[in-house]
Structure formats: structure tokens, C-alpha cells
């Protein structure tokens, strides 16, 4: 079973709508999530990166929480663009940067109509 | 956006041939690693290093073999590539001083074996 699940897989929204996707994680230890927008056929490029410490963390019309406690993170889109139409990844990193294991979710697949 | 940069960026051969997918980053990462990514699926880890004349095998099995003779290039070589090597394959690349470990990908290789 995955350590990291997404919800959801997939999600169509209309342009200018907001949206939120779902990362829950039963890794242990936990270092820090980190989310990922893949657009097709690229690699994926870093969007957030938050400790144990962090709850929100913005980049722009991204925001991101997380709750330590309950395992789960969330990344909210506000005012959805055509261009924000990709793959979401959800990783978690179970130690510090020299030794930690990254485990990976599915990734949600956002797309966004005119 | 990240120095890191993968070639060729598609490539279709028949089965039996030899195969290398260069990487190569121009920002002084210690860490780079390959990953394999299939439509739908989380990444996998195949192959890591942490410095010249360091690999490692990942998570997922792997027939490709890696090497690390200068910090700013690692090839991943396919003696004989098969049909089940099809895949999309990413390098990324990252520095042990980060407090967080993050991940600077490649724009990826996608691989079809005939």
C-alpha cells in the first residue's frame, strides 16, 4: 500500500474556479511534504516545501497546509488558470536532506476548462 | 528554473539496441538520481548517488546501470533495451546542504521500445 494517497485522482474545473487537492501520509518519521506540479511531458517542478513546524505555506495562487498530527495536507488553487492544468504530486521526505526517503503519491491530474 | 537537463528528450528504438540517457546539471549537486515514471503511477527510484564514483541502486529493480565520473553528469546506459523498458525516465538532483533536500528535476526522457 502506498504511503502517500491523493484525492482526488482526477478534477475538471472552469477556469477562475478555486480548487483543493488531498495528500494523506502514514509515513513515520516525517521530515517535510513537499508538492510538485507536472505538466505533461515535463519533470516536475517544486510548488511548496513544508516542515513539521508549518501548517500554510503560499507560492502565488498556491497554498498549502498541512497537519502534523492527522497526517494530511491539502493544496488549495485559487482562481484557476488554463496553465494550472497538469499533475499534482504529493511527496514526503521521512528524515533530514542527506538520509531521508522520499515517498510519492500518484498525483492528481487538474484540468482546467475555458 | 533549474540547470538540469536531460537528453535525448524522446527516443524509439528497437528491442536489443544499447541505450544511454544523458543528464547533466550545472549547479554544483552533490545528489543526483534517476527515476522511472509510468502514465498514472508514482516515481520510482531506480539509481542514486551522492558524489563522483558513488551509485546506488534504488527502490525499484532496474537492468540500466549508472555512472558518476564527474559531479555534474550521470548517464544511465540500457545494454539491451526491451519492450518493458518502455517508460518515461527522470533525473533530478539535489544538494546535501539544503536543510530540506529539495528536488530540482530534468524535463525527462521518454523511452519507447518496439
Known amino acids: 500500500k502506498n504511503q502517500v494517497e491523493q484525492s482526488p485522482q482526477s478534477l475538471i474545473i472552469l477556469e477562475g474556479k478555486n480548487c483543493t487537492l488531498q495528500?494523506?501520509?502514514?509515513?513515520?518519521?516525517?521530515?517535510?511534504l513537499r508538492w510538485y506540479k507536472q505538466d505533461t511531458g515535463r519533470g516536475p517542478v517544486s510548488l511548496t516545501i513544508?516542515?513539521?513546524?508549518?501548517n500554510t505555506k503560499s507560492n502565488g495562487r498556491y497554498t498549502a497546509t498541512l497537519d502534523a498530527d492527522t497526517k494530511q495536507s491539502s493544496l488549495h488553487i485559487t482562481a484557476s488558470q488554463l496553465s494550472d492544468s497538469a499533475s499534482y504530486i504529493c511527496v514526503v521526505s521521512d528524515r533530514g536532506s542527506t538520509l531521508g526517503r522520499l515517498y510519492f503519491g500518484r498525483g492528481t491530474q487538474l484540468t482546467v476548462w475555458p | 528554473e533549474a540547470d538540469i537537463y536531460q537528453t535525448p528528450r524522446y527516443l524509439v528504438i528497437g528491442t536489443g539496441k544499447k541505450i544511454t540517457l544523458e543528464c547533466s546539471q550545472t549547479?554544483?549537486?552533490?545528489?543526483m538520481y534517476w527515476y522511472q515514471q509510468d502514465p498514472g503511477m508514482e516515481l520510482h527510484l531506480i539509481h542514486y548517488s551522492y558524489g563522483v564514483n558513488s551509485t546506488e541502486k534504488g527502490d525499484l529493480s532496474s537492468e540500466s546501470t549508472v555512472s558518476r565520473i564527474r559531479t555534474e553528469h550521470f548517464p544511465l546506459t540500457l545494454e539491451s533495451a526491451r519492450p518493458s523498458h518502455t517508460s518515461q525516465y527522470l533525473c533530478a538532483s539535489s544538494e546535501t546542504r539544503s536543510n530540506t533536500g529539495e528536488l530540482f528535476f530534468g524535463e525527462g526522457s521518454r523511452l519507447t521500445v518496439l
Open positions: 549547479m554544483g549537486h552533490d545528489k
Open positions: 495528500c494523506n501520509y502514514t509515513v513515520s518519521p516525517f521530515s517535510n
Open positions: 513544508m516542515t513539521f513546524s508549518e
